[in-house]
């Protein structure tokens, strides 16, 4: 009888241990870019893709990347930020508020988020004086 356990416990834990070689992964397909406002991570060798504001994209790749559409992508660590689209204009904290002199005068400028916002030259509640509004 003890014979007969050992025996089919050896068999038993050979058979198991020849289930556990080495098992084939299938190779990672190219990350495609997630839904708006989504992240996605990939920890194997890929290339990852955000969608941005100004109509375009930023990608990277490498071993660990993350993207994360309308901001950017993080390759190895490393953040690459989508570009911003309004280069040129003035910063709207640094404008909005400030005096103005033509009633109706629209001016666009850079909002801290990187997008693009118009402010209008006129007056508030709180004063009789032209200034930049949004």
Known sequence: MKRSLVVMAAFLGLSLLGCGG????????PEAAPASGEESTVSQFATCTALCTSGGSVSCSGTTCSSTNY?????DGTFKPC???CSGYPACDSLAGALCSVEGAEQYCCSSGGGTNLLTCGRNSFSSRLRWLY
């Open 22 to 29: 080495p098992v084939a992964e299938p190779e990672a397909a």
């Open 71 to 75: 901001q950017g992508v993080t390759c």
């Open 83 to 85: 570009p911003s689209s």
